[in-house]
T-cell receptor, first 112, second 119 residues
Framework: DAKTTQPPSMDCAEGRAANLPCNHS???????VYWYRQIHSQGPQYIIH???NNETNEMASLIITEDRKSSTLILPHATLRDTAVYYC?????????????FGTGTRLQVFP | ETGVTQTPRHLVMGMTNKKSLKCEQH?????MYWYKQSAKKPLELMFV???????ENNSVPSRFSPECPNSSHLFLHLHTLQPEDSALYLC??????????????????FGQGTRLTVV
């Protein structure tokens, strides 16, 4: 079972920041937070990941709360091409338990 | 282009047919995965191969048979499928390190999938 909880859907105006929340209250100390997105009928695309520090790359920023029980993915200037399902995943680095398990994600709709 | 190529992109097969899905990665990765995505459902992990050895079989029916001849290629052999097996089948790869603190610090790259229809 997925260890994360995300809202099923969100809307965002083009050009505005999209803030996608994720709850992972049972996260363990050895688990990273990963974000992927899936544009309709394509393979999932890696966005970003982090352990406890905030992270930023050319696609997005990841804000992880100090207790690590929740995080927020930020797309600073959403475009229509960012319309997709966004998955928040926790993933351990223990070899025997490492799995990339997807939940139902958040369907982000960016509108003009 | 993610460096993971799946063929064919679309496949229609009868329930008595035998077909194979192919996945090839050009990233030098040592772990490969098969996922199934049915309509309006989350991705389901089917099989995991690490260093060419199957390390995960997520209770997948025997009519799905994976094969990993080398670290760059992964196949999914299909036989006597059912209409409910119609789905998007996705392959992924990643670089897994055995041991070490940063074991999970490897993102997975996905192919574009094979859209399978069983008639």
């Amino acid at each position: 079972d997925a260890k994360t909880t995300q809202p099923p859907s969100m809307d965002c105006a083009e050009g505005r920041a999209a803030n996608l929340p994720c709850n992972h209250s049972t996260i363990s100390g050895n688990e990273y937070v990963y974000w992927y997105r899936q544009i309709h009928s394509q393979g999932p695309q890696y966005i970003i990941h982090g352990l406890k520090n905030n992270e930023t790359n050319e696609m997005a920023s990841l804000i992880i709360t100090e207790d690590r029980k929740s995080s927020t993915l930020i797309l600073p200037h959403a475009t229509l091409r960012d319309t997709a399902v966004y998955y928040c995943i926790v993933r351990a680095y223990d070899y025997n338990t490492d799995k990339l398990i997807f939940g139902t994600g958040t369907r982000l709709q960016v509108f003009p | 282009e993610t460096g993971v190529t799946q063929t064919p992109r679309h496949l229609v097969m009868g329930m008595t047919n035998k077909k194979s899905l192919k996945c090839e990665q050009h990233l030098g990765h040592n772990a490969m995965y098969w996922y199934k995505q049915s309509a309006k459902k989350p991705l389901e992990l089917m099989f995991v191969y690490n260093f060419k050895e199957q390390t995960e079989n997520n209770s997948v029916p025997s009519r799905f048979s994976p094969e990993c001849p080398n670290s760059s290629h992964l196949f999914l052999h299909l036989h006597t499928l059912q209409p409910e097996d119609s789905a998007l089948y996705l392959c992924a790869s990643s670089q897994e390190k055995r041991g070490g603190f940063d074991r999970a610090n490897t993102e997975a790259f996905f192919g574009q999938g094979t859209r399978l229809t069983v008639v």
